[in-house]
T-cell receptor, first 114, second 117 residues
Framework: NAGVTQTPKFRILKIGQSMTLQCAQD?????MYWYRQDPGMGLKLIYY???????DKGEVPNGYNVSRSTTEDFPLRLELAAPSQTSVYFC?????????????FGAGSRLTVL | AQTVTQSQPEMSVQEAETVTLSCTYD???????LFWYKQPPSRQMILVIR??????QNATENRFSVNFQKAAKSFSLKISDSQLGDAAMYFC??????????????FGKGTHLIIQP
C-alpha cells in the first residue's frame, strides 16, 4: 500500500500565483486532513473532510480552499499565494474520527512563496 | 478549544541515558486520546506512542513510556537507553473522541531532542 501520497514535494511560487497541492490515499479512509507546519511550530489544521462531498474549516483556513469529490483525493488549493503561506504542508487520513484510529501522514510538501 | 503545551523547546541527553519530555494539555472533555509523534529531519511524522484517557495504565512501547496524569492533565514521554536515532523533534498531540472526533489532532509546538554521543 502506498498510504498517503502528496505531490509535489517541493514548490516555489511567486506572490499572487495559485497552485494545488495534491493528496491521495489508498486505504479507504473516510477522514482526511490538511495541516501546515511553520518553522519551530507544531502542525495547525487548515481544513478537514469526513467523507466525499463534506469539508470543514480548521484553525487556519484563510487563503486556502479544498474539495473532496472522491474518498481517495483531497486537494488543497492556494489562491493568490502570499509569503505568509510559506510552510510545510501535511496531508493525513484516518478511517474514523476516533483516536482509536491513528492518523497516517503523507511525507509533506514544502512550499516557498517569494 | 483544546490546547497542548510543550514547555521545553530543546532537550539534550547523553547516549544510553534516560530523558523525559514534558507535555500538558487543557480540555473539558473526558473522552480523548493523547499521542507522541517523532519528526526526524526527513519530516515524516512517526507515531511513537498512544494513550487512551480512560485507561489508567501508562502506555509502553519498547524503550518509550509515558507518565499519564489525567487529573493534572500531564502526559510526559520517557525515553530510556537513548540512541542516536532518537534525535528528532517530538510533538505531543491530543485528539478528542467527543462527537466523533472529526477535527483531528491538536499539536504542541514540539521539543527538539539532541542525543550527545
Amino acid at each position: 500500500n502506498a498510504g498517503v501520497t502528496q505531490t509535489p514535494k517541493f514548490r516555489i511560487l511567486k506572490i499572487g500565483q495559485s497552485m494545488t497541492l495534491q493528496c491521495a490515499q489508498d486505504m479507504n479512509h473516510n477522514y482526511m486532513y490538511w495541516y501546515r507546519q511553520d518553522p519551530g511550530m507544531g502542525l495547525k489544521l487548515i481544513y478537514y473532510s469526513v467523507g466525499a462531498g463534506i469539508t470543514d474549516k480548521g484553525e487556519v483556513p484563510n487563503g486556502y480552499n479544498v474539495s473532496r469529490s472522491t474518498t481517495e483525493d483531497f486537494p488543497l488549493r492556494l489562491e493568490l499565494a502570499a509569503p505568509s503561506q510559506t510552510s510545510v504542508y501535511f496531508c493525513a487520513s484516518s478511517y474514523t474520527g476516533s483516536g482509536a484510529n491513528v492518523l497516517t501522514f503523507g511525507a509533506g510538501s514544502r512550499l516557498t512563496v517569494l | 478549544a483544546q490546547t497542548v503545551t510543550q514547555s521545553q523547546p530543546e532537550m539534550s541527553v547523553q547516549e544510553a541515558e534516560t530523558v523525559t519530555l514534558s507535555c500538558t494539555y487543557d480540555t473539558s472533555e473526558s473522552d480523548y486520546y493523547l499521542f507522541w509523534y517523532k519528526q526526524p529531519p526527513s519530516r515524516q511524522m512517526i507515531l511513537v506512542i498512544r494513550q487512551e484517557a480512560y485507561k489508567q495504565q501508562n502506555a509502553t512501547e519498547n524503550r518509550f513510556s509515558v507518565n499519564f496524569q489525567k487529573a493534572a492533565k500531564s502526559f510526559s514521554l520517557k525515553i530510556s537507553d537513548s540512541q542516536l536515532g532518537d534525535a528528532a523533534m517530538y510533538f505531543c498531540a491530543y485528539r478528542s473522541d467527543v462527537g466523533g472526533g472529526a477535527d483531528g489532532l491538536t499539536f504542541g509546538k514540539g521539543t527538539h531532542l539532541i542525543i550527545q554521543p
